[in-house]
């Protein structure tokens, strides 16, 4: 069993950054797919990012490539989201998420087995 815990959100001015934590405890992340999803309110749940366990591969929703870049200390049992260039629309509630076994990308929120409880994000003009 993982434990996933975010941290890092918070109000923004639209142009701004925030950098987002997802520590881990329970077990080693180093053998999990990393993943980040938000939610904006009357929304489903959407993709943001993915890293393979190795830390060699990411791949990120269309919306948010060349802003927000995603990355894992294993050392630190962490994961990370930084958001650059904040726009109004990327505020939602911000979740980390843990995928065990096969080392892809996974994209769908319902592939992903541990999920941390979440951290608000919230971006104004």
């Known amino acids: 069993q993982v434990q996933l815990v975010e941290s890092g959100g918070g109000l923004k001015q639209a142009g701004g950054s925030l950098r987002l934590s997802c520590a881990a405890s329970?077990?080693?992340?180093?053998?999990?797919?990393m993943g980040w999803f938000r939610q904006a309110p009357g929304n489903e749940r959407e993709f943001v990012a993915a890293?393979?366990?190795?830390?060699?591969?990411?791949y990120y929703a269309d919306s948010v490539k060349g802003r927000f870049t995603i990355s894992r200390d294993n050392a630190k049992n962490t994961a990370y989201l930084q958001m650059n260039n904040l726009r109004p629309e990327d505020t939602a509630v911000y979740y980390c998420?843990?995928?065990?076994?096969?080392?892809?990308?996974?994209?769908?929120?319902?592939?992903?087995?541990?999920w941390g409880q979440g951290t608000q994000v919230t971006v104004y003009s």
């Open positions: 998420a843990a995928r065990r076994g096969l080392d892809v990308i996974w994209v769908r929120a319902s592939e992903y087995d541990y």
């Open positions: 329970g077990r080693t992340l180093s053998g999990n797919v």
């Open positions: 890293i393979r366990s190795s830390g060699g591969s990411t």
